[in-house]
């Protein structure tokens, strides 16, 4: 069983930087594609970033390119979102979601594994 421990959320003011963090379980995570994703109150979730298995192909949403990267560390199966110059609407419960298919999309169903969410509150 595959699971997914997101932390490293809070309460920070606009202009802040923050560091999501995802540890996953389970010895394939190399294979695995990773992808964060993010839902504010009354809203649908959205994609905000992903990553393939190497680490080499990135991808981003436009609201979030240039002030957000991921990364991963696949000795410690771990993938980050290091999130810079947050803005308010940046306010969400943030999700990490792995794809066995090891393909970076941005299409949170075709993902097959999901975290619990982190909030990240961004006071303006």
């Known amino acids: 069983q595959v699971q997914l421990v997101e932390s490293g959320g809070g309460l920070v003011q606009a202009g802040d930087s923050l560091r999501l963090s995802c540890v996953v379980s389970g010895r394939t995570f190399g294979s695995y594609a990773c992808g964060w994703f993010r839902q504010a109150p009354g809203k649908e979730r959205e994609f905000v970033a992903a990553?393939?298995?190497?680490?080499?192909?990135?991808r981003y949403a436009d609201s979030v390119k240039g002030r957000f990267t991921i990364s991963r560390d696949n000795a410690k199966n771990t993938v980050y979102l290091q999130m810079t110059s947050l803005k308010a609407e940046d306010t969400a419960v943030y999700y990490c979601?792995?794809?066995?298919?090891?393909?970076?999309?941005?299409?949170?169903?075709?993902?097959?594994?999901w975290g619990q969410g982190t909030q990240v509150t961004v006071s303006s």
């Open positions: 990553i393939s298995w190497s680490g080499y192909n990135t």
């Open positions: 979601a792995a794809d066995r298919s090891a393909y970076y999309n941005s299409v949170g169903s075709q993902y097959d594994y």
